[in-house]
């Protein structure tokens, strides 16, 4: 199933549900427990479905034998789970209506976690009777909407419809669903930075799981860089409210994570005695909490290590003892620096306030600064998250740096507008900006190899569209069948035909540098084509397979990277070829889009012909059915020409700004500012502070700009003339009005 499949069943399967909720009297937040459920009972029964089979030949070969053991022990070995008939999927769906579709649910739930004690009381139960209040069909109809999901689906595609489902409840929800879920491409953007290797994950106010489901993902796909030691990651979330608390351990079966979720209040529990504990947090605390009690924080060395944010007047003897943290960001702040051991790291999301807040909080960002904890600070785009539209932050904190200098990124203006108020991170997106942190880290190999990447996609991407260039092409000269349309079409396919010469010139790169590096999604269709390096292994066939576009991005052709460093004079040379081959693509880009220029005025000027005649005619002035064919084909090839571009804009977009394969402070994006320079603007971590802004060039001279300036000054004058003449002319019609009274 590739990216857009996927997204067409989430798309499905939730304007299903979303449309049963309609008729029931539930909110968001009730429906969502049971309707997730219902997505875990189908993955539960996919998982058992695939080792059905094994299962059944054990438990048969031992029967007898002093071996022997239950089918469930047998199932709970093999897959983890073990599903008596009364709670399998098909089961419970062909129910008939006249049974109790609600209460076989719930006697299902129980069953689950009768054998699978960490999900006691997780499961929903008595929340199926609730759906059946206004109409009982409501819950055996879910039954057949998630029967949609293929049988065949994966741990990881369930991950993705189950966090879909949390997104989209999040939000219908509003303010109260924000509380459990952050978009899944800022936890992205957060996890490549921080680059989580294996170990405990911490997560304070862990929502619904996924920033840990993130960080598995993360070390899954950079399996070969962890070379031996041992790979898995080890959640501990805390959470408040208990119904988050079941999504949270939902989420972390469903992904197959081991760990904990505990409910607690973090700011006055400590379950999991959180000192210099684990290797790396994330979370997206509340913001801005002001009714904390500061007695109950003070002393607690989780709070107090850099200090208590305190107001800044005295407390008035009436109020002793009963005083409040003004605002609860630097409790999280300390937390998470606390919370780390001493080689560990952190991301989390803050409101943009904390970076320059004042008095108390000032004096804790000044000991942070001063004890070199913090790494990198981003600003993020407004409108990223379903409850917050101005700008978050994202703060990041290394107890192992090497260096006293803060890295600054500037990230408001690089989004993909979703929706009319939504906006998140495109996967290209998400590379781009981190490797920014990965070139600071000098790590500039993974520089060169994701401009590799890029290239591999845009490469395959226009050997996909070769194929259309033809049956198009046909399309255009059955109807443009004058000159000038045949002229059109021999041109665009001059223009396309260089396509043969940029293959060539590309698999001399590979060549001379060494196979391309695809991504893990994009199993390189172009390896199998043009690379000279042939691949004996199986992995081509993951495409179709159910591994899409939404993975983190390396695979195993990644190990030259991870295993050794490549030479500086490696990277240089690799660069140089790679600005060498972007800048071989440019004039073709350029050449097609003019020739596409000229197709759409060539079929406009058709379609204008045809409506004169019709019109002399006397007929329907309507365009007929081939020429609406082939528009509709146009504007796909034009599409598809977008997509495959795309990849050597991004290449583009880093060449650019990053020319020698290296980290360089970019004006607008990115600044990495010494000690002196955070002193000097008053220990403020706001990245805009540093970064400063792009000021574009408007090719006038001064003396162009000046008579220009005088020009419009001229037509003020005029406009506030006119105001006033206008003005006159209302206070006189008023006093006739008045007067006529």
């Keep these: 199933m590739n990216k857009e499949q996927l997204k067409k069943l989430e798309a499905d399967l939730w304007s299903a549900a979303d449309k049963l909720r309609a008729n029931s009297d539930l ?32 438990y048969q070969q031992l029967q007898g034998t002093r071996r022997e053991k239950p089918v469930s022990e047998i199932a709970i070995e093999k897959c983890g789970f073990y599903l008596p008939d009364h709670t399998r999927y098909d089961y419970l769906l062909n129910l008939p209506e006249e049974k109790d579709i609600a209460k076989a649910l719930k006697e299902a739930m129980k069953a689950i976690e009768e054998y699978k004690p960490e999900l006691e009381g997780v499961l929903p139960k008595d929340e199926y009777a609730a759906l059946t209040r206004t109409d009982k069909t409501i819950p ?60 405990k994950v911490f997560d304070p106010a862990c929502g619904s799981g996924g920033m840990f489901v993130q960080s598995a993902q993360f070390i899954e796909a950079h399996r070969n860089e962890l070379k031996g030691a041992d790979r898995g990651v080890y959640v501990c979330g805390q959470e408040k409210t208990q119904d988050t608390v079941k999504l949270a351990k939902m989420n972390l079966a469903v992904n197959g994570l081991r760990g904990e979720i505990k409910q607690a209040n973090t700011y006055y529990e400590d379950p999991y005695d959180s000192f210099e504990q684990f ?10 909490v002001d009714d904390v009690s500061l007695s109950s924080v003070e002393k607690d060395r989780r709070f107090n290590t850099y200090g208590i944010p305190r107001n800044k007047s005295k407390v008035k003897k009436a109020d002793e003892g009963k005083e409040t943290v003004p605002n609860g960001n630097y409790l999280w702040i300390s937390l998470f620096a606390t919370s780390l051991k001493p080689q560990g790291r952190a991301a989390l999301v803050m409101a943009n306030s904390a970076s320059d807040a004042r008095h108390s909080e000032a004096d804790i960002r000044k000991t942070l600064i001063e004890q070199n904890l913090i790494y990198a600070m981003l600003t993020l785009p407004s409108n990223m998250f379903y409850t917050v539209t101005l700008p978050a932050t994202l703060w990041f904190f290394d107890k192992a740096k090497n260096d006293d200098r803060i890295l600054f990124i500037d990230a408001r203006n690089i989004f993909t507008q979703i929706d009319r108020a939504h906006r998140e991170f495109s996967e290209e997106h998400i590379r781009n900006i981190a490797i920014i942190s990965h070139l600071h880290k000098g790590q500039r190999e993974k520089f060169v190899q994701l401009i590799d990447r890029y290239f591999t996609a845009g490469m395959e991407r226009l050997i996909e ?75 081509g066939d993951r495409i179709g397979s159910g591994v899409t576009d939404n993975s983190v991005i390396p695979n195993d052709s990644e190990e030259s990277y991870a295993d050794t460093e490549s030479s500086a004079a490696t990277v240089n040379a690799r660069n140089q070829a790679q600005h060498q081959l972007r800048n071989a693509f440019d004039p073709f880009f350029s050449a097609l889009h003019e020739g596409l220029k000229r197709l759409d005025k060539t079929v406009r000027q058709h379609e204008k012909q045809q409506t004169e005649q019709a019109q002399q005619e006397g007929k329907r002035t309507a365009t007929d059915r081939r020429t609406k064919a082939l528009k509709t084909a146009l504007e796909e090839l034009h599409q598809d020409m977008k997509n495959a571009e795309l990849y050597f804009q991004h290449i583009h977009w880093l060449q650019e700004r990053f020319p020698n394969a290296q980290y360089e402070d970019v ?44 020009a419009m000054n001229d037509e003020l004058v005029q406009l506030n003339d006119e105001a006033r003449r206008l003005e006159t002319v209302i206070a006189h019609n008023v006093v006739q009005i008045v007067g006529d009274e």
């Design 465 to 539: 569209n070769n194929e259309k260039i033809e049956p198009v092409c046909a399309q255009l000269l059955d109807v443009l069948d004058d000159a000038g349309g045949k002229q059109a079409v021999e041109e665009l396919l001059q223009h396309w035909a260089e396509l043969d010469k940029l293959k060539t010139r590309y698999q001399h790169y590979l060549q001379q540098n060494g196979s391309a590096i695809p991504n893990a999604c994009e199993e390189s269709y172009v390896q199998h084509k043009i690379s000279p390096v042939g691949r004996n292994d199986n992995r």
């Design 279 to 288: 290797d790396y947090v994330l979370a997206n605390p509340p913001f801005n």
């Design 27 to 58: 909110k968001s937040s009730e429906y969502a427990t049971p309707v997730l459920g219902l997505i875990f009972l189908k993955f539960a029964d996919n998982n058992y479905r695939r080792h059905e089979q094994a299962i059944l030949a054990e």
């Design 667 to 710: 004006t607008g994006l990115c600044k990495l500012a010494t000690p002196d320079e955070v002193q000097e603007q008053d220990y403020s971590l706001n990245p805009g502070r540093y970064v400063g802004v792009v000021i574009e060039e408007d090719g006038k001279s001064e003396e162009e700009f000046i008579a220009e300036l005088l």
């Design 140 to 199: 055996q109809q879910l039954l057949r909407t998630f029967a949609d999901i293929p049988a065949n689906a994966t741990g990881d595609l369930f991950g993705q419809i189950y966090e879909y489902f949390l997104s989209e409840f999040a939000r219908s929800e509003g303010q109260k669903g924000g509380e459990f879920f952050t978009p899944r491409s800022v936890v992205r953007l957060m996890v490549e930075i921080i680059e989580p290797h294996g170990g």
